[in-house]
């Protein structure tokens, strides 16, 4: 059974910092990228930020410079650091895994995902 647990959501002020995790199993990073999105509250989910096995990282325009994605491998788990958030950052954040197979340009799109963790609640105050 393939499950993805996302957790390290809360409450911040504006300008502070948040990590992110996503413990994936039943996947192997090898073959899966995994991804970040997120939803806000009357919008669409928004691809965020990926990861491939190579170590190749993908992020949004509105996240780039402020975001940073990372994998540990033997434990399965990729981070998002998340630094000088604002308020437009206030979503649920979930985390998915997509085929390696595809190229970066499905990374975005969330109907090529195959698996989905449950979303962990980011809230900037400003």
């Known amino acids: 059974e393939v499950q993805l647990q996302a957790s390290g959501g809360g409450l911040v002020q504006a300008g502070g910092s948040l990590r992110l995790s996503c413990v994936a199993s039943?996947?192997?990073?090898?073959?899966?990228?995994i991804g970040w999105f997120r939803q806000a509250p009357g919008k669409e989910r928004e691809g965020v930020s990926s990861?491939?096995?190579?170590?190749?990282?993908y992020y949004s325009d509105s996240v780039k410079g402020r975001f940073a994605i990372a994998s540990d491998n033997a434990k399965n788990t990729v981070v998002l650091d998340m630094r000088n958030l604002t308020p437009e950052d206030t979503a649920v954040y979930y985390c998915g895994a997509i085929s390696g197979r595809y190229s970066p340009t499905y990374y975005y799109i969330e109907d090529y995902y195959d698996y989905w963790g449950q979303g962990t609640q980011v809230t900037v105050s400003s």
């Open positions: 990861i491939h096995s190579d170590g190749s990282t």
């Open positions: 039943g996947i192997s990073f090898d073959e899966y990228v």
